[in-house]
């Protein structure tokens, strides 16, 4: 089956740190952009990072940048999201979804997993 | 920063009517790299139109997008049950970044 498969998440401490991943079946992850995005139990969806086909060329949103980090391994067709410093705020679904297979980021987001459940909270 | 606008909020209609939900961007949507996503409770989100007017794989083509520069128009022409549901656009390629949603409900 293809899908993307998302693991990692659980409680934490505010402060603490915890690294999200997001692997693929059915498909080779390496064609793909991967983004990040988040959810906020009953509120909208917010995009926090992506990462391009070889690892060499990441982007965040504000609100994680110098806190989290992406990165991939292709030969273990899975994608990465180092969380650390997290904060209540970070307290969300993260989902991890497929974009573009070109080499710039010019489509949409095709596929997604089924998430996972960040709390941050003492 | 661009920010997508979304309206209405909420919108309350009946199985069989017509919805028109709006999103209004900022700043021109380069390349009309305009997506639309739908969302059920529990769900992930899933494409619908990319390209502000390409409906995606398996998408019924009551579906319709529109609009181009910044302002963009989802359509769903009749309303069927399992259409009740979240809907968010989202500008891709440079800058990602979703709307705020807007609300389908009986």
């Known amino acids: 089956e293809v899908q993307l498969v998302e693991s990692g998440g659980g409680l934490v401490q505010p402060g603490g740190s915890l690294r999200l991943s997001c692997a693929a079946s059915?498909?080779?992850?390496?064609?793909?952009?991967i983004h990040w995005v988040r959810q906020v139990q009953g509120k909208g969806l917010v995009w926090i990072s992506r990462?391009?086909?070889?690892?060499?060329?990441?982007t965040y949103a504000d609100s994680v940048k110098g806190r989290f980090t992406i990165s991939r391994d292709n030969a273990k067709n899975t994608v990465f999201l180092q969380m650390n410093s997290l904060r209540a705020e970070d307290t969300a679904v993260y989902y991890c979804a497929r974009g573009s297979y070109n080499w710039n980021d010019e489509f949409p987001l095709d596929m997604w997993g089924q998430g996972t459940m960040v709390t941050v909270s003492s | 920063e661009v920010v997508l606008t979304q309206s209405p909020g909420t919108l309350s209609l009946s199985p069989g009517e017509r919805a028109t939900l709006s999103c209004r961007a900022s700043?021109?949507?380069?390349?009309?790299?305009l997506a639309w996503y739908q969302q059920k409770p529990g769900q992930a989100p899933r494409l619908l139109i990319s390209?502000?007017?390409s409906r995606a794989t398996g998408i019924p083509d009551r579906f319709s997008g529109s609009g181009s520069g910044t302002d963009f128009t989802l359509t769903i022409s009749r309303l069927e049950p399992e259409d009740f549901a979240v809907y968010y656009c989202q500008q891709y390629g440079g800058s990602p970044l979703f709307g705020h949603g807007t609300k389908v409900e009986i």
């Open positions: 700043q021109s949507v380069g390349s009309n790299y």
């Open positions: 390209g502000a007017s």
């Open positions: 059915g498909f080779t992850l390496s064609n793909f952009w």
């Open positions: 990462i391009n086909l070889v690892g060499s060329y990441t």
